[in-house]
T-cell receptor
Framework: DQQVKQNSPSLSVQEGRISILNCDYT??????FLWYKKYPAEGPTFLIS?????DKNEDGRFTVFLNKSAKHLSLHIVPSQPGDSAVYFC???????????FGQGTTLQVKP | DTEVTQTPKHLVMGMTNKKSLKCEQHMGHRAMYWYKQKAKKPPELMFVYSYEKLSINESVPSRFSPECPNSSLLNLHLHALQPEDSALYLCASRGWGGGPETQYFGPGTRLLVL
């Protein structure tokens, strides 16, 4: 039973345009969500997070939107840059131990 | 500073070897984690240490043995591994920064078991 889902394995966008990465979850008890970016053979890099009491959080080119009723969150990258090409993981925090439940990841390719 | 360091960067070992992976953070975080990641898959949680005590073991085989000598260090001792244990091993720590639940990952150790 996959509690966090990223249904798009890959996404390709043109440099300068908006990239939108989507994530769905099933457990309404999740109260904190994070997005990580990962290059091959490197550790995930934290990008941005959002608490369930908010519906939007913005940090530079990155904005995360949370729709609790739909159990859906999305990461917007504007403008997209070739250096943004990587695998993006959505994760939800489960319980007091901070255990992360990851989605399967979306590979973003930004074309020059 | 949100740096988590891991050594070694790469490790090749035989199935009869004993080796250790090391992780260090100086952010004052009190929760530390070991993850295993296979290619094209998300990280899978192995162990959680909270205040230097093991709080979660995700049914990991005993050939993996974690140790937390102090609040800054986390080790993973490896013994009699199998080729299917080859993966990227990631350490993470949790504390304040991006938010109270944010985990910061190290660069990982790429392990190959022959």
């Amino acid at each position: 039973d996959q509690q966090v889902k990223q249904n798009s394995p890959s996404l390709s966008v043109q440099e300068g345009r908006i990239s939108i990465l989507n994530c769905d979850y099933t457990n309404s008890m999740f109260d904190y969500f994070l997005w990580y970016k990962k290059y091959p053979a490197e550790g995930p890099t934290f990008l941005i997070s959002i608490s369930s009491i908010k519906d939007k959080n913005e940090d530079g080119r990155f904005t995360v939107f949370l729709n609790k009723s739909a159990k859906h969150l999305s990461l917007h990258i504007v403008p997209s840059q070739p250096g943004d090409s990587a695998v993006y993981f959505c994760a939800a925090v489960s319980g007091n131990t901070g255990k992360l439940i990851f989605g399967q990841g979306t590979t973003l390719q930004v074309k020059p | 500073d949100t740096e988590v360091t891991q050594t070694p960067k790469h490790l090749v070992m035989g199935m009869t070897n004993k080796k250790s992976l090391k992780c260090e953070q100086h952010m004052g975080h009190r929760a530390m984690y070991w993850y295993k990641q296979k290619a094209k898959k998300p990280p899978e949680l192995m162990f959680v240490y909270s205040y230097e005590k093991l709080s979660i073991n995700e049914s990991v085989p005993s050939r993996f043995s974690p140790e937390c000598p102090n609040s800054s260090l986390l080790n993973l001792h490896l013994h009699a591994l199998q080729p299917e244990d080859s993966a990227l091993y990631l350490c993470a720590s949790r504390g304040w920064g991006g938010g109270p639940e944010t985990q910061y990952f190290g660069p990982g150790t790429r392990l190959l078991v022959l």
